[in-house]
């Protein structure tokens, strides 16, 4: 992709009213606009972010056999009052149509995928099985300050598995916490497994929160990786020695990037939602909810990985691996260079604007693609690129022959 052909430009100056790292940053790079407060536009280069985690994602939810749906984000109030949620969710957003009749922003969506399932489950047969979505949410947020992290309308996948018996359910909640670790992995962040509350339904659910000091959570965590709570519930203080003797616990700012529930039969109950047994005696449903917020997934990410110059993108959710900026003297090289690469599938940004060569370098860093290319008037004199990686300061000078075979090593 040619830059020049970007309309989303960058921005040397700091936003106003942007308060949060990741939302200066990404606005600033031009991967997001904001259109209100907790509401936010994916531009051309933020959205192949945004692509590459939903793939992750997808990736990790296919392979633990989950089916993929979209579920509509305009519901009925009525479905929302058999849960009793229509009264007691109160960051749900209500409105009417011109008749004057009611309903609700999807928040999430058990209140259409509860019901919904009643239509094809009757059986100890149609047991167990999984859907997810990757689908907006809207709540109405009282403190939307945090850019992406906290938003008003927001990207979310969520996965509900049903099952026989509790004990089948258990099961796949500790296989869906594997698919967890590989997501948060491959995307470059560290998560942390951690105890939380399971409301008054459960006795605990987990969260994957990651530290940071952007965070809006805090846990309670040992270093040695045995014991992690949010500090709202945690039994243990920070301080209190750890029993396999790992030190004190710690206290830290965190950001939890996702959850996971398991919600037995508190939905299932409300739309009776049941299937026979062998013996044809009727049974409720017993389910799990899985939840990542995608947007505060991206968010995060640039939380934990930048410097004073910007954005440093994971490999794996990079917009693009290579970022080849064309400088004075360079020109020729660089566009022969980018067709080259093109016409071999490797995809690159290629900087082509008529722009200064400092700019073009402060822009690479503030964008934040892992591998930099450089042709300038130097380079071309003995037909080579200069090569640095975004997170090192190393710079080496690669033959033009040899480019294709370097570029196509693992970065
Ligand atoms: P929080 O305590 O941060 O408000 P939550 O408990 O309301 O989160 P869930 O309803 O369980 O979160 O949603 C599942 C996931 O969706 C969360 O783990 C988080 O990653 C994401 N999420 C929740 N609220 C938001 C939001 N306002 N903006 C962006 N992502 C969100
Ligand atoms: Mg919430």
Same mark, same amino acid.
């Given at each position: 992709?040619?830059?020049?052909?970007?309309?989303?430009?960058?921005?040397?100056?700091?936003?106003?009213?942007?308060?949060?790292?990741?939302?200066?940053?990404?606005?600033?790079? %031009?991967?997001?606009?904001?259109?209100?407060?907790?509401?936010?536009?994916?531009?051309?280069?933020?959205?192949?972010?945004?692509?590459?985690?939903?793939?992750?994602?997808?990736?990790?939810?296919?392979?633990?056999?989950?089916?993929?749906?979209?579920?509509?984000?305009?519901?009925?109030?009525?479905?929302?009052?058999?849960?009793?949620?229509?009264?007691?969710?109160?960051?749900?957003?209500?409105?009417?149509?011109?008749?004057?009749?009611?309903?609700?922003?999807?928040?999430?969506?058990?209140?259409?995928?509860?019901?919904?399932?009643?239509?094809?489950?009757?059986?100890?047969?149609?047991?167990?099985?999984?859907?997810?979505?990757?689908?907006?949410?809207?709540?109405?947020?009282?403190?939307?300050?945090?850019?992406?992290?906290?938003?008003?309308?927001?990207?979310?996948?969520?996965?509900?598995?049903?099952?026989?018996?509790?004990?089948?359910?258990?099961?796949?909640?500790?296989?869906?916490?594997?698919?967890?670790?590989?997501?948060?992995?491959?995307?470059?962040?560290?998560?942390?497994?951690?105890?939380?509350?399971?409301?008054?339904?459960?006795?605990?659910?987990?969260?994957?929160?990651? !530290?940071?000091?952007?965070?809006?959570?805090?846990?309670?965590?040992?270093?040695?990786?045995?014991?992690?709570?949010?500090?709202?519930?945690?039994?243990?203080?920070?301080?209190?020695?750890?029993?396999?003797?790992?030190?004190?616990?710690?206290?830290?700012?965190?950001?939890?990037?996702?959850?996971?529930?398991?919600?037995?039969?508190?939905?299932?109950?409300?739309?009776?939602?049941?299937?026979?047994?062998?013996?044809?005696?009727?049974?409720?449903?017993?389910?799990?909810?899985?939840?990542?917020?995608?947007?505060?997934?991206?968010?995060?990410?640039?939380?934990?990985?930048?410097?004073?110059?910007?954005?440093?993108?994971?490999?794996?959710?990079?917009?693009?691996?290579?970022?080849?900026?064309?400088?004075?003297? %360079?020109?020729?090289?660089?566009?022969?260079?980018?067709?080259?690469?093109?016409?071999?599938?490797?995809?690159?940004?290629?900087?082509?604007?008529?722009?200064?060569?400092?700019?073009?370098?402060?822009?690479?860093?503030? !964008?934040?693609?892992?591998?930099?290319?450089?042709?300038?008037?130097?380079?071309?004199?003995?037909?080579?690129?200069?090569?640095?990686?975004?997170?090192?300061?190393?710079?080496?000078?690669?033959?033009?022959?040899?480019?294709?075979?370097?570029?196509?090593?693992?970065?």
């Amino acid at each position: 992709m040619k830059q020049s052909e970007l309309f989303s430009k960058t921005q040397r100056s700091f936003p106003k009213n942007e308060e949060s790292v990741n939302a200066q940053l990404l606005l600033r790079a %031009g991967y997001v606009e904001k259109l209100m407060a907790g509401v936010y536009s994916y531009l051309p280069l933020g959205l192949l972010v945004l692509r590459n985690i939903e793939r992750i994602v997808r990736e990790e939810m296919n392979a633990l056999g989950a089916v993929e749906v979209l579920l509509p984000s305009l519901h009925p109030k009525e479905n929302w009052q058999t849960t009793g949620r229509w009264k007691t969710m109160d960051d749900l957003y209500k409105l009417k149509d011109r008749g004057g009749r009611e309903f609700a922003l999807a928040g999430t969506h058990e209140e259409v995928i509860v019901p919904l399932l009643k239509k094809f489950v009757s059986s100890y047969k149609d047991l167990p099985l999984a859907v997810y979505q990757i689908q907006n949410k809207f709540r109405d947020e009282l403190r939307a300050k945090s850019g992406l992290l906290r938003g008003r309308e927001f990207l979310m996948k969520d996965l509900y598995s049903f099952h026989a018996n509790e004990n089948d359910m258990l099961q796949y909640y500790e296989k869906v916490k594997v698919a967890y670790r590989n997501i948060f992995s491959r995307v470059g962040l560290k998560a942390i497994e951690t105890e939380a509350s399971g409301g008054t339904f459960s006795d605990f659910s987990h969260e994957y929160q990651v !530290l940071t000091e952007a965070g809006e959570d805090e846990i309670i965590y040992c270093a040695g990786g045995d014991y992690a709570a949010n500090a709202e519930i945690s039994q243990a203080k920070e301080g209190k020695q750890c029993d396999l003797g790992h030190g004190p616990l710690k206290k830290a700012k965190s950001i939890e990037v996702g959850n996971i529930f398991p919600l037995k039969d508190k939905y299932s109950k409300a739309f009776n939602l049941s299937f026979k047994d062998e013996k044809g005696k009727e049974h409720l449903v017993q389910m799990g909810c899985y939840g990542i917020g995608l947007g505060r997934l991206l968010g995060t990410i640039v939380e934990v990985h930048h410097d004073k110059g910007g954005i440093v993108w994971p490999s794996e959710v990079a917009p693009f691996q290579i970022h080849l900026l064309s400088l004075s003297g %360079g020109e020729k090289a660089a566009k022969r260079a980018y067709e080259e690469l093109q016409a071999k599938g490797i995809e690159v940004l290629f900087d082509d604007r008529e722009a200064s060569p400092g700019e073009k370098l402060t822009d690479a860093d503030l !964008l934040g693609i892992p591998l930099r290319l450089v042709s300038s008037e130097k380079t071309a004199s003995s037909d080579s690129f200069e090569v640095k990686k975004r997170d090192e300061e190393k710079i080496e000078l690669v033959k033009k022959k040899d480019l294709v075979s370097y570029l196509s090593r693992p970065i």
